[in-house]
Nanobody, 119 residues
């Protein structure tokens, strides 16, 4: 079983910054990719940013140039630096990790952390 623990959400004014962290723990042999998704009430969960173990990154168009995803492979931790935040960034942000448990693949989700951007 793989657990993801997120931290760093909160309330910030428009134009401000927040940094999210997500640490993976448990039983696994490798993590292939980690990422962040977000969801607002009544909407589907959407991709924000992902990063592979080879540090290839992918961003949603809406956050390009404002958000930066990074990863510490030694700590099995992924970060999301969010700058120039906008009210439309308000959502619950979920961490995701995908990898292998000595053969079988896994995908795990964190419990979510609220990010609220006031105008």
């Amino acid at each position: 079983q793989v657990q993801l623990v997120e931290s760093g959400g909160g309330l910030v004014q428009a134009g401000g910054s927040l940094r999210l962290s997500c640490a993976a723990s448990g039983s696994f042999s490798s993590i292939t990719a980690m990422g962040w998704y977000r969801q607002t009430p009544g909407e589907e969960r959407e991709l924000v940013a992902t990063i592979t173990s080879g540090v290839n990154t992918r961003y949603a168009d809406s956050v390009k140039g404002r958000f930066t995803i990074s990863r510490d492979n030694a700590k099995n931790t992924v970060y999301l630096q969010m700058d120039s935040l906008k009210p439309e960034d308000t959502a619950v942000y979920y961490c995701n990790a995908a990898g292998r448990r000595w053969g079988p693949t896994f995908t795990s989700w964190g419990q979510g952390t609220q990010v609220t951007v006031s105008s």
